[in-house]
């Protein structure tokens, strides 16, 4: 089965974080297709960038793509069209705006793939057609 995990995942995984067992379970099962957004991955490195998030070994960021495909594993799915005009179409929730978020939820609606995530706004967009996981 297919993943997607939000940048917040991607994040406890790199940072050697908070898992939790169900989520761990997803993970380590090689017979699912673990996913990365290339939002996420433009989120991770803003984060990096900006402070908010080392880079431990000095050099994640220049060798990110390397590190996610080959070191763990996991398949990037790029933004296409069709993400954005779910996007479009998703309406905005009071108590959650984030763009980035929302077009990472917008890309797994589309992909028919579970969302993981650490963010318990996700859940409100169950209705909408997340199929959400939560990482809590």
Known sequence: MRYLIDTNVL?????HDYI???????????DNQVCVSSESIREF???????KISDKKGKLILDLFKF????????????????LQTLVK??????HRDPSDRLIISQAITEKIPLVSSDRKFSKYRKYGLDFIPNY
């Open 90 to 95: 998703l309406p905005l929730i009071d108590e």
């Open 11 to 15: 994040i406890n995984i790199i940072e």
């Open 20 to 30: 939790s067992n169900d989520v761990r379970n997803i993970l380590s099962d090689y």
């Open 45 to 51: 490195i803003n984060l990096i960038q900006a402070g």
């Open 68 to 83: 996610i495909e080959e070191e763990l594993g996991y398949t990037i799915k790029y933004i296409a069209k069709e993400h």
